[in-house]
């Protein structure tokens, strides 16, 4: 046995959090690929959905609300990447790991708790990413779109969306005992959101006060804001009542997670 | 942190850990570990041995008492700790679609100074498993996964709990050779083990846990000096134990009969198997079933578990008879 041989260690051998977490998140790529589950979720559900409210275009009066079939099925694109790609299959890449005694493993180790979050994410949240920017140039493509007036609110609501999915998919894995309630358990947050986030039906054309409640849930302000982005019919005000409410949902993430989020199974 | 030229890379004072549930797991136990000592936990399942190494490792934070490893508190200070130490839990904690090259390369990864992945898989026999995903391993080759990993940063100091659980007798001596020759490298492991011929085999010095304290520690020798020999025969026909000769006289400790059986204590092995034998050859008759032996970890281990539940049985500490 050569135990006590070691290897000269360079000098910059030391990992930074970049590394630890780049290491981490290859591995999660690897076993999302491996993971068909997750896969016909994050890949299939938000590339066909969109397809569903196109049709559902055709029964509403659009030009009223100063839309079209475009800026209509695209927000609704992003959200259903963002709560299939990233939010739900998040549920279950946290849950799983718990049960298998994997971050129990990793915190024994140099990763912070943040980083095992972030790394174990950011497989899911990059396919989220890539899967908006490929529905961007798809419906850009089929639908007609101009180009956006405000591009900058895309990429903030896209950004503000990417991170509140990956913070509530840990909130939600906290008060997730099992991989398999963790199929059920992200069930309220996608059916909220179809339903009232303005994703189906957009909020401008619900009656006021319904709207006025729609637009404090989660990814109500991410669909604001890139719709908003691509009309330009988004005030000042508007968008940073959104960038408020975005931020507020993110924060009681992280804060759910900083106060109940679980790193090993309870025996 | 020096003491008789020793450095203390581990030392633990009054350490308590409770559970949510309120079950007091650890009550308040104190040892510490010197650079390049391996240091057995020793204790039956539930003696709060993983609960201990849990808060060495930093993974929870104590009830009460303190913990330093290397002069650092492992839970609040865990920077300045984590590069130097290698953690071995007691369950893999790998997920089961990865393979074993794939696994090791993540956590070298996240290691400071990893040695190549290659390298440790090799140390543990690893090396042709490389291709092989976790889920397929034999218990046996999961742990040694785990030992590999809690190598690749060539840590100063090692945490393996249950090393050796789920490896046959080939698999076992090559941890104990391992582990072995890492401290002859200078590391300073800690291990918690419910063999006790594996801390027998191991440890310079241990502490045998019982119910969250610690029975008795010190090195094998120390903690099994106090124990009695024992000899034991099967009286010859016709003979009763008021034939032999005086008891005390050969300087036993104590005595029990089980129907012909005869089982003898002493302090004095061979004064008492001389005078035994001597008897013996003197009256010309045969000890059937005659077995000597000297005191071992066992007796310690086995006497404390049964102090232990004398002692909840009745109330009070059971005495061995004096001589």
Known sequence: ????????????????????????????????????????AALFVPLVMPVSVRSAAEEMDLAGAGLSPGTLVLPAAFGFSLLFAVYSVLVGVFVVRREELVLKRLRTGELRDAEILGGSALPAVLTGLAQCLLLTAGCVALLDLSAPSAPHLI???????????AALAAATASFTKTGESAQATPMPLLMVSMIGSGMFLPLELMPDRVASVCELLPLTPVVTLVRGGWTGNLSGYEALGALATAMAWILIGVFAVRRWFRWEPRR | MESNGHEHVIEVTDLRRVYGGGFEAVRGISFTVRRGEIFA?????????????????????PAGGRVRVLGHDPYTE??????????????????????????????????????????????????????TRVKQLSGGQRRRLDLALA???????????????????????ATWELVSALRDGGTTVLLTTHYLEEAENLADRL???????????????EVTAAEPSRISFELPDGYFVGDLPPLGGLGVAGHETDGRLVRLRTHELQRTATGLLMWAAQAGVELRRLDMRSASLEEAFLGIAKNASAEQATGMTTKEYAA
């Open chain 1, 1 to 40: 046995m050569s135990a006590t041989q070691t290897t000269p260690r360079p000098a910059t051998a030391m990992t930074t959090p970049l590394s630890r977490m780049t290491a981490l998140a290859r591995a999660e790529l690897t076993l999302l690929g491996r993971t068909k589950g997750a896969l016909v």
């Open chain 1, 155 to 165: 990429v903030l609501g896209l950004l503000l969306g990417l991170v509140m999915c």
């Open chain 2, 41 to 61: 936990l020793l204790g039956t399942n539930g003696a709060g041995k993983t609960s201990t190494v849990e808060l060495l490792e930093g993974l929870a934070e």
């Open chain 2, 78 to 131: 865990r920077a300045a700790v984590r590069p130097r130490t290698g953690v071995m839990l007691q369950e893999g904690g790998f997920p089961s679609e990865l393979t074993v090259a794939e696994t090791a390369r993540m956590w070298a990864g996240c290691v400071s100074g990893a040695r190549p992945p290659a390298e440790v898989l090799a140390l543990v026999g690893l090396e042709t498993k490389a291709g």
């Open chain 2, 151 to 173: 190598l690749l940063g060539d840590p100063e100091v090692l945490f393996l709990d249950e090393p050796s659980t789920g490896l046959d007798a080939e698999g076992r001596r």
């Open chain 2, 207 to 221: 502490a045998i846990m019982h119910d969250g304290r610690i029975a008795t520690t010190g090195t094998p020798a």
